[in-house]
């Protein structure tokens, strides 16, 4: 099993950046999928990044360019360096580690971009 805990989250401007991160216990994530998704209220959660063991990344077009994920798989941990932020960038963003069948999360951290 893997238990993540996110961190990072806040209020920011519009504009300005935040750096999420994510701190993983149990077995070890160097052959997981790692991904952060982000829930608004009354919307469907979605993927924002997700990385390899291996570093490869993949992002959305909402985000691509803004957005960049990386993770150490020696300190068991992944982060998300987000710039230029939207107002529609607000949710709740959730790690996850993603495996075979199993997938695990964190209990979310809030984004909330406003002036």
């Known amino acids: 099993q893997v238990q993540l805990v996110e961190s990072g989250g806040g209020l920011v401007q519009p504009g300005g950046s935040l750096r999420l991160s994510c701190v993983a216990s149990?077995?070890?994530?160097?052959?997981?999928?790692m991904g952060w998704y982000r829930q608004a209220p009354g919307k469907l959660r979605e993927l924002v990044a997700s990385?390899?063991?291996?570093?490869?990344?993949n992002y959305p077009d909402s985000v691509r360019g803004r957005f960049i994920m990386t993770r150490d798989n020696a300190k068991g941990t992944v982060a998300l360096q987000m710039n230029s932020l939207k107002p529609e960038d607000t949710a709740v963003y959730y790690c996850?580690?993603?495996?075979?069948?199993?997938?695990?999360w964190g209990q979310g951290t809030q984004v909330t971009v406003s002036s």
């Open positions: 996850n580690a993603k495996r075979s069948v199993w997938a695990y």
């Open positions: 990385i390899t063991g291996g570093g490869s990344t």
């Open positions: 149990g077995n070890s994530i160097s052959n997981y999928v």
